[in-house]
C-alpha cells in the first residue's frame, strides 16, 4: 500500500526562503554494496510441480537495487535425495536477476533443500525444509474502519493446530505482511480483521495468503514489518540491519573453518525459506 511522506511548511519558513540563497550540502549515508537474496519458496500441495523462483539483487546506493552484474550461478540441492548436481534455475530474462526452476511438489514438502549463489567466485548458502500450515476457513469483507471512512476491513480466519508450536506469515497483496504465533490460540479457530488504508474499490480483487514459517524465520520478518513501519525519515537507516539466514560460506573449510557466521559482514540479505501456502481471493463489494 502507498505510504505518504507529509511535510509542513509554516508560512514565516515560505517567506525566510525568498530571501535564503544559502547552499545546504548533504552528505547522504551509503555503505559497500551488498548482496540482496529473496528465495521464499511457497508450495501449493495441490500441484504436482512448483514453480521455485529466487530473486537476486545487489545494494548499489542507499536508494535503489539492481541486479548483479556478475552472478554465476544459482543451484538448488536436495539434502534428502542428491542424485547428482544441484537443479540450475534459469535466469527469465537476461539481466532480471530473478531464476526459476520446476521442482516436484512432493520433494519439496518432504525433504531438506540447499540453495547456493554464486556471485564474483564467492558463493552464498543456506537450507531450508518446508514448514507445514493450516488453511484459511474463511476470508470475509468486513464493515469497520481503523482510522478513516476509507479503511476497508478483511476478516481471516482459521483453525490452528494443537500439535505443535506454530507461527505463520500473511501476505495481504501490495507487499503487505503480518505475522503471528499461536501462543494464546494453540490448538483453537482464531479470526481477525486486517485494515487497507487506501480507498478499495468496488469489484477490486485480492489474493490473501496464510503461510507456515519457522521461529526464526517469524522473527525475521517481525523485524523486517517493525522497520518498514518506523519513523525513518529520508535521510535516516534503521538501527539495525536485518540479518537472514544466507551466509558467505566461501572461506569454509569443515576442518579449520567450520563456521564462519560470527564475521559481521559475512552474509547476503534476503532469506531462504520453503513454506506450505494456502490462499483465497477475495472480491470486494
Known amino acids: 500500500m502507498k505510504r505518504t511522506l507529509i511535510l509542513l511548511i509554516t508560512t514565516s519558513f515560505l517567506l525566510g526562503l525568498a530571501s535564503c540563497e544559502d547552499v545546504i550540502e548533504v552528505d547522504l549515508p551509503s555503505e559497500d554494496p551488498r548482496l540482496i537474496i529473496d528465495a521464499l519458496i511457497r508450495v501449493d500441495s495441490t500441484q504436482t510441480s512448483t514453480l521455485v523462483t529466487v530473486k537476486v539483487s545487489e545494494t548499489n546506493s542507499f536508494f535503489e537495487t539492481v541486479p548483479p552484474a556478475n552472478l554465476q550461478q544459482v543451484t538448488m540441492s536436495n539434502l534428502d535425495n542428491p542424485g547428482g548436481k544441484g537443479q540450475v534455475l534459469l535466469e527469465e530474462e ?18 531438506r533443500w540447499f540453495l547456493q549463489v554464486d556471485f564474483e567466485d564467492t558463493f552464498y548458502v543456506a537450507n531450508a525444509k518446508l514448514i507445514p ?75 490473501i495468503s496464510i503461510m507456515g514459517v519457522d521461529e526464526s524465520f517469524y522473527n525475521y520478518m517481525n523485524k523486517l514489518i517493525e ?56 472480491v470486494f463489494e
Not at 532480471?96 to 526452476?101: A, E, F, K, L, N
Not at 476478516?155 to 500473511?170: G, H, P, V
Not at 525513518?232 to 564462519?260: C, K, L, M, Q, Y
Open 94 to 111: 537476461p539481466g532480471s536477476g530473478i531464476y526459476s526452476r520446476l521442482f516436484p511438489t512432493n520433494q519439496l514438502l518432504t525433504d
Open 133 to 207: 500450515t493450516v488453511p484459511l476457513d474463511s476470508v470475509e469483507q468486513g464493515d469497520g474502519i481503523l482510522f478513516d471512512e476509507n479503511d476497508t476491513e478483511v476478516i481471516i480466519t482459521f483453525t490452528d493446530s494443537d500439535e505443535r508450536d506454530d507461527f505463520y506469515l500473511f501476505d495481504f497483496d501490495f507487499a503487505n505482511f503480518l505475522v503471528t504465533e499461536d501462543e494464546f490460540y494453540q490448538g483453537q479457530q482464531f479470526s481477525f480483521s486486517y485494515f487497507y488504508d487506501d480507498q478499495i474499490e468496488p469489484g477490486d480483487q485480492v489474493e
Open 227 to 282: 522497520q518498514s513501519e518506523g519513523p525513518f525519515g529520508p535521510f535516516e537507516t534503521p538501527a539495525i540491519t536485518v540479518r537472514g539466514n544466507i551466509i558467505n560460506a566461501s572461506e569454509i573449510d569443515n576442518n579449520n573453518n567450520s563456521n564462519n557466521t560470527d564475521n559481521p559482514d559475512n552474509f547476503a540479505l534476503g532469506y531462504f525459506a520453503i513454506v506450505h501456502e494456502f490462499k483465497e481471493v477475495i
